[in-house]
């Protein structure tokens, strides 16, 4: 805790009064400085880039209102998305985490790619199946997807969660953190129109929010670390 002495003035009821403006307290004559790190808040929309921090201890959280994997009546697909990504980008342009959800299955699939390849420089994928409970309850009221740096000096690796629930670890095949992420849907094949997507997987936009672990609630970290 950083404390500075308060100027002092011939106001008794100043000397006296305790206020919080902007992360300063003011209280007895002194100013203390919270020294928490905010937790930062933005919008990120489909076919946008957000650049963002995460290294080890970190942890970056998108926010949506609903997780819709339901499938259209009749198979129209026109104005629905059957798929969406989540893309972590690093300096050198290589994604070095893909999140993967595809409507119609319960399915969540994790890949990297590197930019530079003489193949395609996709890895190898892995994907693992959401429970059916959990999915009935996140199309109803929503879902927040995270992403924690749990790296370790023996393992380097990223921690996935679904409502603070640990779904996947992936282990990092690309150095370097990631600088921007980005979100795409894809629209489907029988849609010509140049008109936004009625009705995606995820909302539109999230809500990106990224902190340090151990600013969170200690319940919240209780989950995060018993998932590690």
């Known amino acids: 805790m950083h404390v500075t002495p308060l100027v002092h003035t011939e106001s008794h009821l100043f000397a006296r009064t305790c206020q919080c403006v902007s992360n300063v307290r003011v209280q007895i004559g002194y100013i203390i400085l919270c020294l928490h790190t905010p937790i930062m808040s933005k919008d990120l929309s489909t076919g946008e880039k957000l650049r963002l921090t995460l290294s080890p201890g970190k942890i ?3 926010k949506s209102a609903k997780l819709d994997l339901t499938v259209p009546r009749d198979n129209d697909w026109a104005s629905v998305s059957p798929r969406m990504d989540l893309d972590l980008w690093n300096i050198n342009n290589d994604i070095i985490l893909r999140i993967t959800i595809l409507r119609g299955t319960n399915r969540v699939f994790f890949n ?8 395609d420089g996709w890895g190898q994928e892995k994907s693992v199946e959401l429970s059916q409970v959990d999915v ?8 927040t997807i995270s992403i924690y740096d749990c790296s370790t000096p023996f393992k380097e690796r990223y921690q996935i969660l679904f409502d603070l629930i640990t779904v996947y670890h992936f282990d990092k095949r690309f150095p370097g953190p990631p600088i921007k992420i980005e979100y795409s849907a894809q629209r489907s094949p029988h849609d010509t129109s140049d ?14 929010l990224t902190c340090n672990r151990d600013d969170l609630p200690l319940v919240e970290k209780r989950a995060i670390n018993s998932g590690g």
């Open 60 to 62: 970056v959280t998108l």
């Open 112 to 119: 990297d790619r590197a930019d530079k390849s003489l193949l």
């Open 136 to 143: 009935d309850r996140w199309q109803r009221s929503g879902v």
């Open 195 to 208: 008109s936004r997507i009625v009705h995606g997987i995820l909302s539109n936009p999230l809500k990106v």
